[in-house]
């Protein structure tokens, strides 16, 4: 019984899971400049990625990743999010990454099974 | 007879005092006596009932919260259910109020009762998007109060909807309408495919565009 119980190991925990998209949108689109054709791509890629990792943490958890490619051109771009959930087990954390030519935006939601 | 509300040792100290001058001009009880209604208990197992180790076959194991041991027999003494002559009092004493938080394990419904409609949150995000948005231009600091409303609106009107046991998440992105589109958005989810499910809208107007996402995770 007490295993479902301990707060550390089924809790959403922010840091690590930056982490591991930090190291997805490197390694996909690190150095490359703004593609269009190559975007589709990139964004799958990059999902993919986060997803992998972060089923390898093997966390009871249902996860959503959402990825964001903008050209750097001067267009604006907002972004909001509202979540009904658990707040003591589930959590979200986005990322923004930008190189010379893009922004790129990750959002993980994690909730609790 | 006057009726105590708790039971102590000490006679008179702890009793309430009456205000009927006698007991005489009391109110009589509305029952007659021979109406009332017999015990659905065996005669012999009322004062058995205390102990819950040795329940009479008439009466129901408590249900009790599943995640600690059953207490010994000493704390129920403490909650009794008495039957003085046609008067029953309950005495409950805070002997669980001590406890700590408990966390409620699930409860594994694993089918959901009323699955998630993606169409009927669909026509919802659509609506809302059109009244709130209609032919608004792009205003950069309008949209940033405006997504987290607009999120806010969307996540209400699903609950509204009415999906039990389903978290939801919202997710609403407001851009600025470009001539030569420069913007790719992609999402996937590692879910339960048969109960959990996603609605999308994407909203444009001259000058900006708006796409709104709802997700839908069943909790068993």
Redesign the interface.
């Known amino acids: 019984?007490d295993e479902?119980?301990t707060g550390e190991e089924t809790a959403f925990v922010t840091d690590e899971v930056t982490n591991i998209v930090k190291e997805a949108i490197e390694s996909t689109i690190g150095p490359n400049a703004?593609q269009?054709n190559k975007?589709?791509q990139?964004?799958?890629n990059?999902?993919?990625q986060c997803?992998n990792q972060?089923?390898k943490l093997g966390k009871p958890?249902?996860?959503?990743?959402?990825?964001?490619?903008?050209?750097k051109?001067g267009?604006?771009?907002?972004?909001?999010?509202?979540?009904?959930?658990?707040n003591g087990t589930?959590g979200?954390c986005t990322v923004r990454w930008e190189n010379k030519t893009m922004y790129c935006i990750v959002?993980v939601?994690g909730?609790a099974? | 007879m006057s009726t105590s509300v708790a039971k102590k040792e000490g006679g008179s100290l702890g009793r309430k005092q009456s205000l009927m001058p006698d007991a005489a001009a009391r109110k009589q009880s509305m029952i007659p006596p021979d109406a009332r209604r017999p015990s659905v208990l065996p005669p012999d197992a009322r004062k058995s009932s205390i102990d819950p180790q040795h329940a009479p076959q008439g009466r129901r194991a408590s249900i009790m919260m599943m995640d600690h041991p059953r207490r010994p027999s000493q704390d129920r003494k403490q909650s009794i259910v008495e039957s003085t002559a046609g008067r029953s009092t309950l005495i409950v004493t805070p002997g669980h109020a001590h406890r700590t938080n408990v966390r409620y394990e699930n409860t594994y419904k694993t089918e959901p009762d009323v699955k998630f409609r993606s169409a009927e949150v669909r026509d919802t995000i659509k609506d809302i998007f059109e009244r709130e948005l209609g032919t608004m231009k792009y205003d950069k600091e309008r949209c940033i109060s405006l997504t987290t409303t607009l999120s806010e609106k969307i996540k209400h009107s699903v609950k509204i909807l009415g999906f039990p046991r389903y978290k939801i998440v919202v997710v609403v992105a407001i851009g600025e309408q470009e001539t030569h589109p420069s913007i790719a958005f992609t999402s996937r989810c590692i879910w339960n495919q048969n109960t959990d499910n996603f609605s999308e809208y994407t909203f444009k107007n001259a000058s900006l565009y708006a796409v709104g996402l709802v997700y839908a995770m069943y909790m068993d």
């Open positions: 019984m479902f119980q703004y269009h975007v589709n990139w964004t799958s990059v999902v993919e997803l972060l089923t958890f249902k996860y959503i990743v959402t990825c964001v490619i903008m050209q051109n267009a604006g771009l907002h972004t909001a999010s509202s979540c009904f959930w658990d589930d979200s959002s939601f909730l099974i």
